[in-house]
């Protein structure tokens, strides 16, 4: 049986880290601060974290088939080149409700952009933790993040059936995706918002980037959006 080991590959205190997504040809991690507002990549050579800050919120970064990458940015759909450091929209939705943001977003097999609004949750377990970002491995179970509740679970999508459970050491855990060569590394994103002092100092490493080996199982790679 594989042993599983928790690493924080980066500490950077993102207020709302998400939307992780592995970039193969940069062999990167590259995830959002939306409140802190900034998109960050994290090289597995270097193991250093580069940021890139823009205007407004944002929620969801993408793989671009064409090259770079496409994020939710506010109201937006905008291209990200990354050498550049160049934000360009690519259309603007809601402009009458300048209150609303997207709040997630993720390419589909075909290669199109969802993102959505932010709308209602719904409590997943008795401890009041909230089932937040997911990915699907490639024996098609789902792993899943539970915002307070510091965990990511293995769940079974045709049961319902949890499968496996995997503590981390903060609590606002927010979403997974998994990464590495082979895809055989998770890779979590958490935040630190709403966390006084004294949570804080019991947590130092919140908002962090965190990397999980010996799983057992590998991921399906993400879809690049086609655009």
Known sequence: MSSVKIECVASEGFRIGESPVWDEKEGALLCVDITGRKVCRWSAATKQVQTISVDAPVSSVAL???????????????????????????????????????????????????AGNRRSIYRLEKEESIPDGMCIDTEGKLWVTCYDGGRVIRLDPETGKRLQTVKLPVDKTTSCCFGGKDYSEMYVTSASDGMDKEWLSRQPQAGGLFKITGLGVKGVPPYPFAG
Request: glycine content about 8%.
């Open 64 to 114: 671009r088939k064409s090259g770079d990458y496409v994020i939710t940015l506010g109201t937006r759909f905008a291209a990200l080149k990354w050498k550049e450091q160049l934000v360009t929209t690519i259309t603007h939705v809601d402009k009458d409700k300048p209150n609303n943001r997207f709040n997630d977003g993720k390419v589909d097999p075909a290669g199109r952009y969802f």
